[in-house]
């Protein structure tokens, strides 16, 4: 059985060369709340749970995040995106005395009650008869009055003048690790005097007025798109396939506001919203009952039932967690061993590694009943005897091409990895010759997805589609520095497609779905639209049946 990476490495039996469009990967999570330290609104690529601990602190009872990336590296989970967000914390302060009365104070970047901080200052190399000049250096240490030194930045010849280029708060807004609070004095800061040798070597360590602030709520989660903060700190130029974002507290779930938005965010960006289920759903039968009133619907998010149990390392016992951190480490193992369009290996559905196990017991009825209202369920060990179901997404119960989880991740495949492997061309200088390109990477990338099986048993001809040419790019795109390309995947109907315009400009790229009624507008040859119409007319056909 053939892997991502395999597939990503040769091209069908090996007898072609390699093609153009890189296949990416899809088991990378995206995961958003509350940590013990760390940069705020900064998504950070972590690969195993070590890292995470040296950024961002490791496990915190507070922090249901942290617990969730346990649980995907535990899972097989190898890539995660972490944004940390915060409600109302505070980094710590650092006074370095100025003269009699007077002090240079700094406010860490990072809030939070572990950032510990360390500054010297010195007069090293500077102008006997310069006032107002200093050396500041500026370390991140493990923890207060630790020599273990983890981040460090040296400003030399800084100046408390007003009007000097080298104006200490105009140079440290760009600092990683600190700015100005309050006001600059009118003196230089003292050398720092290391009290035991009386050499200008000592440190002045911030105080622990550091706060780690409050709960978040759904807004702190959501944030702006304008400051980039909270879920919009996941720009474009950040990939990803998974998005978590575990419960408010261990208490709270997420609220609609940010089930809503994060659903819409997930649909432009092409990932899966993976949902927990409510916390008052602690039983099949309560599950049963409540998502029948559960007012919420995607094709983009797909819930995974019961929570799970797994060991609390600090609290030193069993507890009950939400599941979204393992369920993506458990289908980023699953595509290690296997594309995202094929079946788990033997035709069983995946299971939870040793030490994580489901909350409640659920029988076979129950099974298919929460499954038919799109609610998967996570199992503990595998049972032969059970038939096989294919997870699902919470589609609306008439989306027929939305209600599969592996079409679903497959298609978020596809379009992600034409979308990024083409968008060279809206800078291509000779928009024909581009095109022509583009049209053969596209058709080579997707026929060795068809020969690998991507598209089950459907012929060339009933998988896909590629146009580029004129009839999608008018004349005046290649002055605009635009490119345009229309594809088409196979429907779940023999006969039908699911159509995507890419769109490449010069600062940004986007995809959105068109629908074969609108073909007409884009120029076809007689043959083509009479292939068009009986494309809409099966389509017609099929809803009125």
């Given at each position: 059985m053939s892997t991502m990476a395999e597939f990503d490495l040769r091209v069908g039996d090996g007898a072609q060369p390699r093609p153009r469009i890189a296949a990416l990967p899809t088991g990378r999570a995206a995961f958003i709340g509350r940590t013990l330290r760390g940069p705020v609104d900064r998504p950070t690529l972590v690969r195993s749970f070590a890292e995470f601990q040296q950024e961002f602190g490791g496990l915190w009872q507070p922090s249901t995040l942290a617990y969730a990336v346990e649980q995907f590296f535990d899972s097989g989970g190898r890539e995660a995106l972490v944004v940390r967000v915060a409600n109302g914390a505070r980094g710590a302060t650092l006074a370095l005395p100025s003269g009699r009365d007077a002090r240079l104070l700094l406010r860490?970047?990072?809030?939070?009650?572990?950032?510990?901080?360390?500054?010297?200052?010195?007069?090293?190399?500077?102008?006997?008869?310069?006032?107002?000049?200093?050396?500041?250096?500026?370390?991140?240490?493990?923890?207060?009055g630790s020599m273990h030194v983890e981040d460090q930045e040296i400003h030399r010849a800084l100046s408390v003048s007003p009007g000097s280029a080298r104006n200490v708060a105009a140079i440290l807004a760009g600092s990683a690790l600190v700015r100005i609070a309050g006001t600059v004095p009118a003196a230089r800061p003292d050398r720092t005097i290391d009290e035991a040798s009386g050499l200008a070597t000592g440190y002045v360590h911030s105080s622990a007025d550091g706060d780690d602030g409050a709960e978040l709520c759904d807004y702190d989660l959501i944030g702006s798109p304008q400051s980039r903060s909270g879920l919009f700190a996941l720009g474009d130029e950040h990939y990803f396939n998974f998005l978590c974002i575990p419960p408010l507290s261990r208490e709270r779930d997420l609220g609609s506001a940010a089930l809503l938005v994060a659903a819409r965010f997930c649909r432009d960006r092409r990932a899966t919203l993976l949902l927990d289920p409510p916390a008052a759903w602690g039983s099949a039968e309560e599950a049963i009952a409540g998502v029948s009133t559960w007012e919420f619907s995607s094709d983009a998010a797909a819930m995974y039932f019961p929570r799970l149990l797994a060991y609390d390392r600090l609290r030193g016992r069993f507890e009950r967690f939400a599941p979204c951190g393992a369920v993506a480490g458990m289908l980023a193992r699953r595509d290690a061993q296997a594309p995202v369009w094929q079946e788990e290996a033997g035709g069983a559905e995946p299971v939870l590694r040793p030490g994580h196990k489901s909350a409640c017991a659920v029988s076979d009825a129950e099974r298919y009943r929460l499954w038919a209202s799109g609610i998967n369920v996570l199992q503990s060990v595998r049972a032969p005897t059970r038939h096989p179901l294919r997870a699902r997404t919470l589609a609306p119960g008439g989306a027929a091409d939305g209600r599969d989880l592996a079409q679903l991740r497959t298609t978020q495949f596809v379009l992600n990895s034409i979308e990024r492997g083409t968008r060279w061309a809206a800078a291509a200088d000779a928009p024909a010759d581009a095109a022509r390109r583009v049209e053969a990477e596209v058709r080579e990338f997707l026929g060795d997805l068809h020969r690998a099986g991507a598209f089950a048993d459907r012929s060339v001809e009933d998988a896909f589609f590629v146009i580029c040419d004129a009839r999608v790019n008018a004349d005046g795109a290649a002055r605009d520095r635009r490119f345009d390309l229309l594809i088409g995947l196979a429907a779940a109907r023999i006969g039908e497609f699911r159509t995507w315009r890419i769109a490449h400009t010069a600062d940004r790229s986007g995809v959105r779905t068109v629908t074969l009624n609108r073909l007409h507008d884009l120029r076809f040859s007689p043959e083509e639209l009479e292939w068009a119409d009986r494309l809409a007319h099966r389509l017609q056909s099929g809803s009125r049946a």
């Open positions: 860490a970047v990072r809030p939070g009650t572990r950032e510990f901080l360390r500054a010297c200052v010195d007069y090293d190399n500077l102008p006997a008869g310069d006032p107002d000049s200093f050396n500041l250096t500026v370390q991140r240490v493990r923890t207060q």
